[in-house]
């Protein structure tokens, strides 16, 4: 892969509706099972968020680290709808997405 794995990966996603979490939810699982990401700690686990089944919890906090050591955090309240983010860590304000989620 000629390309840096966090290159593919944006540094901020801000999620404000669920189907927003939804498309980050399956990225994200889509880069797990290509090996590039691993999910290391949460309150669930990224496979327990499915499109049309109950919350898994009221605040989603998933840790992920890539290939290289780099490490992301999808941070997302569901209980009153707050949203959250997908991010890298130390990462606090928007920037552009880059190639890919």
């Not at 090996?35 to 919890?57: K, N, V």
Request: overall charge negative; charged content about 25%.
């Amino acid at each position: 892969m000629d390309q840096c794995v966090e290159d593919l990966i944006a540094d901020y996603i801000s999620i404000k509706y669920p189907g927003e979490l939804y498309a980050v939810v399956n990225d994200l699982k889509d880069f797990i099972q290509k090996g590039i990401l691993r999910e290391i700690s949460g309150t669930c686990s990224i496979y327990d968020i499915t499109e049309g089944h109950t919350w898994p919890a009221d605040i989603i906090s998933i840790q992920f680290e890539t290939i290289n050591g780099v490490k992301y955090i999808l941070s997302c309240e569901t209980y009153h709808g707050f949203g959250g983010a997908f991010k890298r860590e130390g990462q606090d304000q928007c920037n552009p997405m880059k190639g890919g989620l």
